[in-house]
């Protein structure tokens, strides 16, 4: 049974949502809440196809195109992204359609060879390039480069006609649609940012510097566009400064709170209760936004998106092996690959009888990350936490609440 649905006179969503997926990419959970892979059918003179699924969902895909064509041919299919959970159904919808031609550039051509299609694209593209445009019968539509994001060869293309902007990656986010087309069919705050946040930080989170040049150079187009069509997500038609806004935020590596993420490791319950202690204290001095996390059983991508969102964070370790906890090296290391920067941290040791772990971190923060401040103030615990720790711990959190506060204030200036 088909399932699409209509953005505007002539263009449908022909997508598919995948349940069954544990992990995107092989390493980021989706926990049940799916992930949707969109595609986009223009009805004009000629008809338009933009991007294809996931392989994984293509039996519905082929079934919504049939129902939007109704028996005519499918001209041309778009090609804006070759990764392949969009461009995996490529050269199955080319053997049902051999009357189709792909339009693509020269980059995503060379990767569908790489990837195998080179048979089934042979004799029938069309190479298109920055600011080329083709016009279909009453839609014109001109393409915009967007290397790295998130991949060499993607771009974004504008139907000037309607106003679509068929953003690729950009503006997308994990969770099934389920239903839903426009972003505004839902709250999207309360109930999308979170997983947005974590598609785009985990997925394109090292090229914000490309992330920036793609939102310069689609600036002077925005006044054209009336929906953005991800490959991900909903589609947008409204609000579009609420969500370019956490994209221009994110990609400038800018916290979106002024609050504390505090991140422990801990193996019998006594890091766990230092980590605890110091958000009460941080609570105390008004910190409003705290919020605990477990490192071994909160999956590193949502460290990472948090992290993203938070502008100051505790690291709290124990010693292991003497030197850092794993997970949290695997934390520390996924923010240096993904470029995370300009954060305040402040770090917690423990251990029984060689506590290394705070000399550690602090060195890896200071060398191997941008522009991170870390708080002098040191607080080792030693087995457990004490009544004597409690001055140092005091003092850590007059720091942080101070630092926190600062920064507030630096934000009404
Ligand atoms: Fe959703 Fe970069 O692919």
Redesign the pocket.
């Known amino acids: 049974m088909h399932s699409v649905r209509l953005i505007t006179d002539n263009l449908y969503w022909v997508g598919a949502n995948e349940h069954r997926l544990e992990l995107f990419e092989n390493i980021h959970p989706l926990d049940g809440i799916g992930v949707s ?1 969109n595609s986009y059918l223009l009805l004009d003179k000629k008809t338009v196809l933009f991007d294809t699924v996931d392989w994984a969902v293509c039996r519905q895909y082929l079934e919504n195109i049939e129902f939007v064509l109704a028996g005519r041919p499918l001209d041309y299919l778009v090609i804006n ?1 070759l ?1 392949p ?2 461009a995996a159904s490529i050269e199955e919808v080319l053997i049902r359609h051999p009357e189709t031609t792909v339009i693509s550039n020269e980059k995503a051509f060379m990767q569908m060879r790489q990837f195998g299609f080179g048979d089934v694209i042979d004799g029938r593209y069309d190479e298109v390039q920055e600011g080329d445009t083709r016009t279909f019968g009453d839609h014109t539509v001109a393409w915009v480069y967007a290397p790295m994001v ?2 060499p060869e ?1 771009m974004v293309a504008l139907d000037v006609t309607n106003g679509a902007l068929f953003s ?2 950009g503006f ?1 986010s994990f969770k099934a649609l389920d239903g839903v087309l426009f972003a505004d069919e839902v709250d999207f705050d309360r109930d999308w940012l979170d997983e947005a946040r974590r598609y785009l930080t985990n ?2 989170g090292k090229y914000g510097p490309h992330i920036q040049a793609l939102l310069a150079k689609a600036g002077p187009l925005l006044p054209q566009v009336k929906y953005i069509c991800p ?2 997500g909903p589609v947008w038609r409204e609000d579009f400064g609420y969500i370019i806004g956490k994209y221009d935020k994110w990609s400038r590596y800018e916290p979106e709170v002024n609050g504390v993420l505090i991140i422990y490791a801990s193996m019998y319950g006594n890091t766990e209760s230092a980590a605890v202690a110091l958000a009460a204290k941080l609570r105390e001095r008004g910190v409003k936004d705290v919020k605990v996390r477990d490192v071994s059983n909160t999956h590193v991508s949502w460290l990472i998106s948090e992290t993203f969102k938070y502008s100051h964070v505790v690291i709290a370790s124990v010693t292991y092996n003497l030197g850092i906890y794993p997970l949290i090296h695997n934390y520390l290391m996924d923010m240096k690959a993904l470029n995370v920067q300009q954060r305040t941290f402040a770090v917690i040791e423990n251990g029984t009888w060689a506590p290394k772990a705070g000399d550690l971190i602090r060195e890896f923060l200071d060398k191997e990350l941008k522009q991170m401040t870390v708080l002098n103030d040191e607080l080792t615990i030693n087995s457990h936490l004490s009544a004597d720790n409690e001055s140092e711990m005091d003092s850590m959190a007059d720091s942080i609440a101070d630092s926190v506060k600062s920064e507030n204030a630096a934000k009404v200036e």
């Open positions: 892979y992204h990764e959970d969009h998130h991949w993607a690729a990656d997308g997925i394109v490959l991900h």
